[in-house]
């Protein structure tokens, strides 16, 4: 059976690459792409969205755009990590993209969606949770048409944007609050699971031989991403997180879950942000969100390669 799926995500390298894969796969029915603010301003990602699509050839997803800022706070970007397109590496060139922008906004577009599909969609959140956040608190009577909540932030551990939270979380934490809070069944990807699947040469090596255009623009988008993650952390390959989520929905045994409380953190002066992970039960609050712990990373590239060759093969 394929799984009904809605993205929504702030491309960002690590989203694109999520994007190809649920795009490539057959257990995976995209439905659409919401696009927030996160890695880049809105416009920017939403922009990124459709220049991904166009490049592999995903015509008939819609696009629509949703939040330019978080819930609560400032706004923040990761120009640091993504580049000031939010996207560098590759030329997409000046012109427009062949995919169009949906007129409505993401969360008439969801909610739409959500309403017409034959069953209840999964979310795929994989930037800040604005947008989600703020569908839950518009139209709670949705509720029943949402299967779970599959999304990629926080950390069992400590975080990559402060001492303590990681940067999803931290763009908007009261949105993340709200969908933890939410009651629904949510499924936690946070560092502690993604900074194991990092971008080895091995594995650019493995892309690259594929020889197709795609491939190549993949190859570019890791080569920039393997830089920033080097200069800014010092890490030797870079860390795809966000696919981790659409990986687990194609082969549940990918990750090993364990059931927790998760609390954010709201107004802590050095850990505000901060996703609390309870995974010894010391609370006594209920274990209500699946939080993804040990990944077997062989079969995660073996998904994402299989992805690029397929949508990089004029007949697949």
Same mark, same amino acid.
């Given at each position: 059976?394929?799984?009904?799926?809605?993205?929504?995500?702030?491309?960002?390298?690590?989203?694109?690459?999520?994007?190809?894969?649920?795009?490539?796969?057959?257990?995976?029915?995209?439905?659409?792409?919401?696009?927030?603010?996160?890695?880049?301003?809105?416009?920017? %990602?939403?922009?990124?969205?459709?220049?991904?699509?166009?490049?592999?050839?995903?015509?008939?997803?819609?696009?629509?755009? +949703?939040?330019?800022?978080?819930?609560?706070?400032?706004?923040?970007?990761?120009?640091?990590?993504?580049?000031?397109?939010?996207?560098?590496?590759?030329?997409? +060139?000046?012109?427009?993209?062949?995919?169009?922008?949906?007129?409505?906004?993401?969360?008439?577009?969801?909610?739409?969606?959500?309403?017409?599909?034959?069953?209840?969609?999964?979310?795929?959140?994989?930037?800040?949770?604005?947008?989600?956040?703020? *569908?839950?608190?518009?139209?709670?009577?949705? $509720?029943?048409?949402?299967?779970?909540?599959?999304?990629?932030?926080?950390?069992?551990?400590?975080?990559?944007?402060?001492?303590?939270?990681?940067?999803?979380?931290?763009?908007?934490?009261?949105?993340?609050?709200?969908?933890?809070?939410?009651? *629904?069944?949510?499924?936690?990807?946070?560092?502690?699971?993604?900074?194991?699947?990092?971008?080895?040469?091995?594995?650019?090596?493995?892309?690259?031989?594929?020889?197709?255009?795609?491939?190549? @623009?993949? $190859?570019? @988008? @890791?080569?920039?991403?393997?830089? %920033?993650?080097?200069?800014?952390? +010092?890490?030797?390959?870079?860390?795809?997180?966000?696919?981790?989520?659409?990986?687990?929905?194609?082969?549940?045994?990918?990750?090993?879950?364990?059931?927790?409380? $998760?609390?954010?953190?709201?107004?802590?002066?050095? %850990?505000?942000?901060?996703?609390?992970?309870?995974?010894?039960?010391?609370? +006594?609050?209920?274990?209500?969100?699946?939080?993804?712990?040990?990944?077997?990373?062989?079969?995660?590239?073996?998904?994402? $390669?299989?992805?690029?060759?397929?949508?990089?093969?004029?007949?697949?």
């Amino acid at each position: 059976m394929t799984v009904p799926v809605i993205l929504d995500c702030d491309p960002g390298h690590d989203d694109a690459f999520n994007i190809l894969l649920a795009a490539a796969h057959p257990r995976i029915e995209l439905l659409a792409i919401t696009t927030v603010a996160g890695n880049q301003t809105l416009e920017k %990602t939403t922009l990124n969205a459709r220049r991904i699509c166009a490049v592999a050839g995903i015509r008939d997803v819609p696009i629509a755009a +949703g939040r330019d800022r978080p819930l609560h706070g400032p706004r923040r970007t990761a120009a640091d990590i993504h580049g000031e397109s939010g996207l560098d590496g590759p030329g997409f +060139g000046t012109g427009e993209p062949v995919v169009p922008q949906d007129p409505r906004d993401a969360l008439a577009l969801i909610r739409e969606t959500l309403l017409a599909h034959r069953a209840p969609v999964t979310l795929v959140p994989t930037g800040p949770l604005t947008n989600i956040a703020a *569908l839950l608190l518009a139209h709670p009577d949705l $509720v029943g048409r949402i299967e779970r909540i599959v999304l990629m932030g926080g950390s069992t551990g400590r975080g990559n944007t402060t001492p303590a939270a990681e940067f999803n979380v931290l763009c908007d934490p009261e949105a993340a609050d709200v969908v933890f809070r939410s009651g *629904l069944p949510v499924t936690m990807f946070g560092l502690n699971a993604t900074h194991q699947v990092r971008a080895t040469p091995a594995v650019i090596a493995r892309i690259a031989a594929l020889g197709t255009p795609l491939s190549r @623009l993949c $190859v570019e @988008l @890791l080569t920039y991403f393997a830089s %920033t993650y080097r200069e800014v952390y +010092g890490f030797d390959a870079p860390p795809l997180h966000d696919p981790l989520t659409v990986a687990h929905l194609i082969n549940p045994s990918l990750v090993s879950l364990v059931r927790a409380a $998760v609390t954010v953190e709201l107004n802590g002066t050095h %850990t505000r942000g901060a996703t609390v992970v309870d995974l010894h039960g010391v609370t +006594g609050r209920p274990a209500d969100v699946e939080v993804g712990m040990e990944v077997d990373a062989e079969a995660f590239w073996d998904l994402i $390669v299989e992805a690029v060759r397929v949508l990089g093969t004029p007949s697949g």
